[in-house]
């Protein structure tokens, strides 16, 4: 199979779809990789590693998707990427359809098949190629919510452990998944007073044992959220239903309530977000304010962090690369019932459930305005 991967075009998006490694894994197995030149400057893999690996180096994104057949990405393509594909073409990257229905038609438009990372599962239900990424989107929110709680960034000044004598920042964690985990590991590593809020009772009892009463726990309900929303210094959103919108569990009227200064993280925000007053922001322009509260919405957290990001992406998805390359994208699909869980759109139709339920909301909606 032909395999390329293009560079990314997101802003800060420094992630590549494909590793050095991963180049040399494809073609020892007998497969032709192309790389766009410039693909991984970002992340310190320079053209010559990749050559050396075995990968083809191309000039620029039109020869890069003439040349392949199976397109390996990191991020969403934007339109002028869509308008690149072909229906020859199988598109293999994080897409979350569900809050953009523009893209979700394009897509559609293209005939490609379009294959989602964070909707592969595996065989005890997770979520395999989200995983590595949430992890890290939960360790960054804490690290950017620290930081924009300082009066520099026009936060309230507060340091999130506190010191002697003072107390620690009050750290309020909406989804007790894996960001929210992380987020959790990291506040309190810093010494925050940490609140969970799940809604699972064997997922507030997993949490519990492995944080050994550190944390609180609570279960999530609309009075719990309004409650500890309020009382907090930093909020971190991190609901996740797959492939679907993100339901919006906090108003307005609980964001402006907080106390001025306070700091509203949104992980989920490429699903929509979770906060009623949530709208997607860039590296470049990171926060805005509603009321006296600052929302940090980041469309690709992980971007910061690039190198790390996308060591972690790539071992998790080489092998269902290899899979795709080794059996056909058809027999693939048909074969492993866990990545047909990824198939969101096939030849112009949407092929996932929630991203289906979704899309039929979006439209309803926008026709309505």
Request: proline content about 5%; some cysteine.
């Amino acid at each position: 199979m032909k395999i390329g991967t293009p560079r990314e075009l997101k802003n800060w998006e420094a992630r590549v779809g494909l590793t050095p490694t991963g180049v040399r894994e494809l073609v020892a197995a007998g497969h032709e990789v192309y790389v766009e030149a410039g693909a991984g400057l970002g992340v310190d893999f320079s053209d010559q590693t990749y050559r050396d690996s075995g990968a083809r180096l191309v000039q620029g994104p039109d020869a890069l998707f003439e040349a392949a057949d199976l397109i390996v990405k990191v991020k969403e393509p934007l339109p002028v990427e869509i308008a690149r594909l072909t229906p020859d073409h199988t598109l293999l990257t994080y897409l979350h359809l569900a809050a953009d229905a523009q893209q979700t038609a394009a897509l559609m438009d293209s005939k490609a098949i379009c294959i989602a990372y964070e909707t592969v599962t595996d065989a005890q239900g997770r979520l395999p190629l989200l995983t590595p990424m949430s992890e890290i989107a939960g360790r960054l929110a804490v690290q950017a919510g620290a930081r924009h709680l300082e009066r520099v960034e026009g936060g309230a000044g507060i340091l999130l452990g506190g010191v002697t004598g003072v107390a620690p920042a009050r750290v309020t964690i909406i989804g007790g998944g894996i960001a929210g985990l992380n987020a959790a590991q990291m506040a309190l590593g810093l010494g925050a007073d940490v609140t969970i809020l799940e809604r699972s009772p064997d997922r507030m009892r997993e949490l519990n044992a492995l944080f050994r009463g550190r944390v609180r726990t609570l279960f999530s309900s609309s009075s719990s959220i309004a409650d500890s929303v309020v009382d907090s210094d930093l909020v971190i959103g991190a609901v996740l239903l797959p492939g679907a919108t993100a339901p919006k569990l906090v108003e307005k009227r609980h964001i402006t309530a907080m106390r001025p200064g306070s700091v509203v993280v949104d992980i989920a925000i490429d699903q929509g977000g979770c906060f009623e007053t949530s709208r997607p922001t860039t590296h470049d322009d990171p926060v805005y304010k509603v009321g006296g509260t600052l929302h940090y919405c980041v469309t690709n957290m992980p971007a910061t962090v690039a190198r790390t990001a996308t060591e972690a992406l790539a071992n998790a998805t080489l092998p269902y690369i290899l899979q795709l390359a080794n059996l056909g994208v058809d027999h693939a699909l048909r074969s492993n019932p866990y990545l047909a869980d990824g198939l969101n759109i096939r030849r112009g139709e949407i092929m996932h459930p929630a991203v289906i339920a979704s899309f039929r909301e979006s439209m309803a909606s926008m026709t309505a305005h």
